[in-house]
């Protein structure tokens, strides 16, 4: 988990429920999928991450991370407005975004594609096949896709 400033990171994983930061952590080193991660546990902090505000002061000018994984029911600031707020500025509008939440609200599946998520996925509640979901994410969004240099 990259706790490092300066360092590139590859993944911000944006999550406030800890067994679910655990298994999704432990499924992507598991899997080799990345070391780079950013862990945000709510969204204002994945907020100030992103945009350098907060205790992330003066580290606007990092790459971007190459994805963002980001749970809807959050404190603080929620998904919905963490993900309108990405896809609204020039500067990490590009970033995909996988929205992975337990939520399968239709109001929420269809506000995330109005703005703009790449990907919506439910949480499998089986232990294996959440395992499964978070290494083909990791491996598909990580490795696997061209995206531009942001």
Known sequence: ??????????????????SDLELTLHALKRNNVTNRIHVARDGAEALDFLFGNGEQAGHIG???PRV?????????????E???????????QQIPVVVLTSSREERDLVESYRLGVNSYIVKPV??????????????YWSILNEAPVV
Do not use: C, H, S, W
């Not at 963490?82 to 990490?92: F, M, W």
């Not at 089986?126 to 491996?139: C, K, M």
């Open 1 to 18: 988990m990259d706790e490092a400033n300066d360092v590139v990171v590859e993944l911000l994983l944006v999550e406030d429920n800890p």
């Open 62 to 64: 990092r790459r971007a």
């Open 68 to 80: 963002v994984l980001l749970d809807l029911k959050l404190p603080l600031v929620d998904g919905l």
């Open 82 to 92: 963490v993900l309108r707020r990405i896809k609204a500025d020039e500067r990490t």
């Open 126 to 139: 089986d232990f294996a096949q959440f395992t499964e979901a978070i290494r083909q994410i990791g491996y």
